[in-house]
């Protein structure tokens, strides 16, 4: 079958690779649609250490082809959104085949050959059955409906409550989302570019800070009569927009961290203490049901994923859609490859 | 001043009374709209005991015309909508003079008379002031926000929960919209009534069912695949609804009950512990802040109190418009009056 | 091997049964020490239903004998104490082989044979360690805190919160130790019996009320300075308890109820909403966890169970274990079987 | 009247000051007992900036000697611990005579004159009652509580959960207490000195780490079984504790910051998001209650405060007092000053 494979820093291209085969609990999916997210970027830009070559993609939604022996023959054909981390296959719960409960996941693309391909294998466990109403290219950009879920939970966002967003690429774009449908009151969102703000207010931003052009904690001052936000979310990874966080929060506030890169800049404490704040960091999608409440969110229609979607390619034409996603070219936010 | 009298049971009329003074610590208010409210029609119908006679009303905006001596004069000129408990003077907090702590407050219109009338005194620290954008008739509806707000604050709705709001009185139409900007997912609202339910759709409700013609258990379950709605909140005060809570709620859900009426059926306490459910007693509007909160929501437009205002009436008025409250004809949901 | 059965309302009596066999992912236990808990003694007096012929008994611990075929015969020989509770074999969760997740879970000793045997077959997701320094007596006794931890977790208690435990049967006492070491402030206790009352002040209730002489809703009013406890936990199943609990409560309090008959008086709904209560019905052990925590407050010596064991029987005289646990003679709380 | 008065760094001595004058909603207290802070000995030490001459002191109990013309004479004569912040005067709350819900309070012997001295006045409103039972020289030890409750209420504690608490000072005393009240099962402690450990150990700490001979990091470690702890609470203040939170604790636990210095090492981001954690700034006592539920945790003997207390001078020997503290010599932990 055909894989598109990282052979090296800024280098991709297909492959002929063997036929995935699936083990006891595991299936074999045909992709129907993948996407390319920052970490997959990231891989091809050579920011994140990838053991080459390797087949990178991890959020993706297929069409089950076929079972191990003894199997459930019943899935083959179902269609279905797949969650992206494996079991570690060496823990208790893993020896135990309690797989869902592994607590040492590895992302698929990085730790191991993933979906930017025709087909993988994955355990039954990662699967979430996509309704009806919900297309594959939708059921490709789960991830980081999920990981903005697993941060509006923690965060309890009580009706009215102002909220920052720092950073609209695709996961402060659902974050906005989330918090527009959490309660959100004013809802101001950050970002370098002007590009993703259409889709920001569609999302039900109320204020949209292009910080090349507004200092953003002297706005977000104004916008809250100089108390600053209730809470204030870091989705961007970058130095500068992480250095304002605890700037932009009013006194007992919440802060959220998303935005990860090596060189984010530490919190100092005094200002934490001072205005008895208090701090989450999410470290990915929790894994406790959010992949299956995202699909419902796009299934009721209470998430357009359409406007995040900028560009589209086919498996033939890898090189030109990691292009594309890493450079951000044209307005890109996200990126969807159908093999 | 002329006043709306309640006099007995079903009699209403206008008076001519003194004019109200100021007290330290207090301010006379020239009433620019007041809302009738299910309170008012039970003590107009007698299903309230009332000391006749009493000038009833408590929902209501207006604007400061005198201060007492000594009293803050900047005040005099400006808009408010007015909480409507007075502290109760008795009480430790009372005496040290923070009326805004007291625990006993008292409904005006029913403990004393209320802002049925041109002008009324009332304390300053009932007083929230209405912002540039909300007009008098938005800002004398805010009670049922305020309820509203003490129940979802509670309830902690998770993103994409489902939710039931028995009853689509004015309680229950301000629920229905709160739970909806809250996350609500499947939102499913009941009454007797076809006339709320254009106002339940226009707020966000994915399904109403009227009970004369549904079996609202049933429904519920068929809506939920079976498992019962995460959350249920009885609104209407009614026994057959504040009947059926326990058995729409799923396992492990959470139950909350705001409708008050002396005749309704008592709870059960097996599926209460069979089920491990939560029953949280909403007794009010909290007042910590839901007025304030309130009048917010109405003011960035995210609640259009429009849909709930079927009828406006003059003060002379005061029969036509009790009675159409206390009838709930022509599908009256709220009835303004302005003095 | 022998086993003791209920043959009947009242009748119990020792035959020859055939010895289990594991099943894949089961294993068969040697029972070490049982307990008899309320639910045993119910089944023995008819007040809750029994499909005799029945072993009765599904609080215990023992020592793993063999396992199945291709099982992890590292488990042989090891102890355990175990959880009470059959995954159900049917729903989703079971066919998946995700046993510990099943939500229908079924009762030993009730809907299947069980513990008050020489042997039993269980499912290998049941096994809790049993840690050096905790004996098989102890870990026979881990329900009531289980159910209690299940409780406390959910009321979570405030440091110096006033708690009333109303019934100090078995869980009753588990319940005040949890809320003691939870932080309760003033901790008052309530039974019919004196008898318990040295473990419950053992445990850290500061006031004891006997019921037969003193009046409950009045002594507590008194203890909390007119204002009511922070906390109520009914933990009897005693209609004339159950009918207090509202009156014992403070506004905005906490109640929850965890002793469960058919005969319970049902819940009035409007001191729920006047007094904006929180109720919890408590259902079980939760089953997320709480087994291991409780063998773990045990082995720390946090909680002595020594005081709780009033009377000890071996497998031959299970009628005098059973009569002596149904009518609480001598001064009951808990009975231990080792066979 | 006596007062001890800063008049530089290292320099205090006793003074002849006015004798203080009850403003309206004031009262003048006669000191009875105060106990010096780590604030008043940095003030003493320059660590903390301080304008000379000042007056320094701010935890302390007394007896009401006088109250303002037109006051509540029944306070004369009556005991009372007082809340150490005074309200700002400045701010909208102050304006309408709220004083308790003041936002910008401001610590007493630092931005205002204190209560090292035979007498002070204070607002009315921070005045907490001393019942009968507690001691003055109790009464004057309440801060540490109540910045203690101010965290464990934010850190809600579940039962049995593993808790290191970093330093032992004072507060660190403080909040090992209230762990082990509220439920810590394995509470481990660390400090640089032996002396406090014999306290730390009366209070219900499980495990002592001296940092001078032991790595907390890997004690923790091998105390958890690798975990880390459930919660991470630091209160020393000093770089080397403070750098070592995140590494003692587990995946999706908690940590607080209490422990206040300039100096303080920032808190890195990628850890925080990799492990899921929750981050606690707590920047004070709370200002909720916090002094009332110290006090009865006092009356109740719940807290010991005799040991904390190693050293006691009159006024006179101030400056030996100052020494005392600054220096931590011969174990000293709480010193004690009484006018």
């Keep these: 079958m ?3 494979v990282l052979t090296g820093i800024k280098q991709v291209r297909l492959e002929d690779r063997p036929e995935p085969q699936a083990r006891p609990g595991w299936v074999v999916v045909r992709v129907e649609s993948a996407s390319l997210c920052g970490t997959d970027s990231h891989q091809y830009d050579g920011r994140i250490d990838t053991p080459f070559p390797r087949v990178p993609g991890h959020d993706f939604a297929g069409r089950v082809e076929s079972v ?15 969650k992206p981390s494996l079991p570690c296959g060496d823990c208790p719960e893993c020896a135990r085949g309690q797989l869902a409960d592994c607590n040492r996941k590895k992302l698929i693309g990085l730790w191991s050959d993933g979906c930017l391909a025709e087909k993988i294998a994955v355990p039954q466990v990662n699967l979430v059955p996509r309704p009806e109403g919900v297309q594959d290219w939708q ?6 409906l999920a990981v903005g879920l697993n941060t509006v939970d923690r965060l309890r966002i009580m009706l009215g409550e102002t909220v920052v967003v720092l950073g609209q690429g695709p996961i402060g774009l659902a974050v906005t989302r989330l918090c527009a449908l959490s309660g959100a009151g004013r809802l101001m969102v950050t970002d370098a570019r002007e590009a993703p703000f259409a889709v920001s207010r569609a999302y039900g931003a109320t204020d949209c800070l292009n910080v090349t052009q507004t200092d953003a904690v002297k706005a977000v001052a104004e916008l809250t009569s100089g108390a600053g936000a209730d809470i204030v979310i870091e989705t961007s990874g970058f130095p500068a927009s992480s250095a304002i966080v605890l700037d932009c929060v009013r006194k007992e506030g919440k802060v959220a961290h998303i935005g990860w890169a090596n060189d984010l800049p530490p919190l100092p404490v005094i200002p934490i203490m001072a205005k008895t704040l208090t701090v989450f960091g999410v470290g990915g999608n929790g894994g406790r049901g959010q992949y299956e409440r995202s699909i419902e969110l796009v299934r009721s229609g209470r998430i357009d ?16 859609a990691f292009e594309t996603a890493a450079s951000k070219a044209e307005g890109a936010i996200k990126v969807v490859v159908r093999p």
């Design 2 to 4: 055909r894989a598109a």
């Design 68 to 82: 191990a022996d003894g199997g459930d023959e019943s899935l083959i054909g179902a269609h279905f959104a797949v």
């Design 139 to 144: 059921a490709c950009l789960l991830e980081p």
């Design 305 to 320: 994923l359409g406007p995040m979607v900028t560009h589209r390619f086919a498996l033939d034409d890898i090189a030109a």
